[in-house]
């Protein structure tokens, strides 16, 4: 058989799976795993939180049987096995501080569990791979841990963590797809059609959430993804095309870090300051902070793929320049325009 249908079989199996999946997961996490509402979360009702159930169910599920129906290239499975362990272990660490909700994990439990997830990926040859210093594990480590706590932090809008999720997926896949890292194809197929399946869910009128174990387990998977794709390939310039696809998770949280930084707040701590509240504060609809954010995303992933495909780094680092202002002027307007508690 060849890739291409493989990879419409994979999407398709992911889909089916987190599909038919929804219906007994959010049974079960009506009875025993419910968000309710407090003074940073204002939605109506207890909340399914089994996302990362259906996620996951779909993700692993077509790899696995995609596993036993072909033969994968040598090295694909030793790649894949440190991503289902990564996986497994951050999607653990987020059900259980689901279930200990309000109040949580402690951080620097999820911080340990996360960097332990991070190293399975370095174990399995998930890394940087530009310096080829010790420093290439500290950077593995703090992309993975970093992304997957950026995904935890965006979730806080229905739709906004998914669907910048799915828009990730898709630029990896379209990048990588020419190279046959059988590896990331796959993995990318798989989790957005998990993704798809489960996005209707996020805005449904009995809708259900992703929880810490949907949101950490797609930063998780994204910033596995991105060490595996062939950014450089053409231009060398193109390694940084992974901080535009994935700009906007990077900025919130950077830009909520700073500003609780500023007010004496530990970082870590759960405050209103992300930038699709204060837009919201600024008077727009969340259903348009959502179109916005997706807009801004693919915009960035355009780029993100130009930049792969041209071989002059010179236009890729003009194109860094004016994104990276842009977010600045961005983030300024946001601080000084709207007043937060």
Not at 52 to 81: C, E, V
Not at 122 to 130: A, L, P, S
């Amino acid at each position: 058989m060849s890739n291409l249908f493989l990879y419409f079989f994979t999407f398709i199996f992911a889909f089916g799976v987190s599909y038919f999946t929804i219906s007994p997961f959010k049974k079960i996490a009506q009875k025993y795993l419910l968000d309710k509402p407090t003074k940073l979360k204002n939605h109506t009702g207890n909340i399914p939180l089994c996302g990362g159930a259906i996620i996951i169910s779909g993700f692993l599920g077509s790899l696995i049987i995609l596993r036993l129906l072909t033969n994968f290239p040598s090295g694909t499975l030793h790649n894949l096995r440190g991503l289902f362990l990564g996986a497994l272990i951050v999607f653990t660490l987020g059900l259980i501080d689901d279930f200990k909700k309000p109040k949580g994990l402690p951080p620097y439990i999820k911080l340990l569990f996360q960097t332990l997830a991070a190293a399975f990926l370095i174990h399995y040859d998930i890394k940087v791979n530009f310096l080829n210093t010790p420093w290439d594990y500290i950077l593995t480590i703090a992309w993975v841990v970093g992304l997957t706590n950026a995904f935890n932090l965006l979730d806080i809008m229905d739709g906004l963590a998914i669907s910048q999720g799915v828009i990730a997926s898709l630029a990896f896949l379209l990048i990588n797809l020419p190279f046959e890292s059988v590896y990331v194809n796959f993995a990318a197929v798989s989790l957005l059609g998990a993704s798809f399946a489960f996005w209707p869910q996020n805005h449904a009128n009995k809708k259900i959430f992703l929880g810490d174990s949907g949101s950490m387990l797609l930063g998780f998977l994204l910033s596995a993804l991105a060490l595996g794709t062939r950014f450089s390939a053409l231009n060398p310039a193109g390694v940084l095309a992974p901080l535009l696809i994935l700009a906007l998770p990077i900025f919130d949280t950077i830009f909520v870090s700073i500003i609780r930084i500023t007010k004496g707040i530990n970082p870590l701590k759960g405050t209103p300051d992300h930038y699709p509240l204060r837009l919201k504060k600024l008077g727009l609809k969340n259903k348009t902070i959502l179109l916005l954010s997706i807009l801004i995303s693919l915009v960035l992933n355009l780029l993100a793929y130009f930049i792969t495909k041209i071989s002059d780094p010179s236009t890729a680092f003009i194109i860094y320049l004016i994104t990276f202002v842009s977010f600045v002027i961005f983030g300024i307007y946001l601080k000084i325009r709207v007043k937060m508690p």
